[in-house]
């Protein structure tokens, strides 16, 4: 399985940005978002279910962050609104068959796309 996350750049705070994730080979349950600012740990963003049913976000992202997963584009879509200075951060996407918030759980993760967000 190969994960690629792409749609980074930098942006003023406010502003909304559209970050991808696409995925070749194996299809898993769970694709998720995580993300990791400088110096610290990486933390979970939002998970999405392959039949879109269930979405789980970090509180510190909610109404503010979606996710879109569109299984015939091996695709997932973060969508981010109103961004913050502490949305600054690398991030990545990762996939896997269980419902998890931890970044342990997950074995297969995509480089992560930088995005930077400027009061």
């Known amino acids: 399985v190969q994960l690629q996350a792409s749609g980074g750049g930098s942006v003023q705070a406010g502003d909304s940005l559209t970050l991808s994730c696409t995925s070749s080979?194996?299809?898993?349950?769970?694709m998720s978002w995580f993300r990791q600012a400088p110096g610290k740990a990486r933390e979970f963003v939002g998970l999405?279910?392959?039949?879109?049913?269930?979405?789980l976000y970090a509180d510190s992202v909610k109404g503010r962050f979606t996710l879109v997963r569109d299984n015939a584009k091996n695709m997932v879509s973060l969508q981010m609104n109103n961004l913050k200075p502490d949305d600054t951060a690398v991030y990545y996407c990762?996939?896997?068959?269980?419902?998890?918030?931890?970044?342990?759980?997950?074995?297969?993760w995509g480089k992560g796309t930088l995005v930077t967000v400027s009061s």
């Open positions: 999405i279910n392959w039949q879109q049913t269930r979405t």
């Open positions: 080979g194996r299809q898993f349950n769970f």
């Open positions: 990762a996939a896997g068959g269980l419902l998890s918030t931890d970044s342990h759980e997950y074995n297969q």
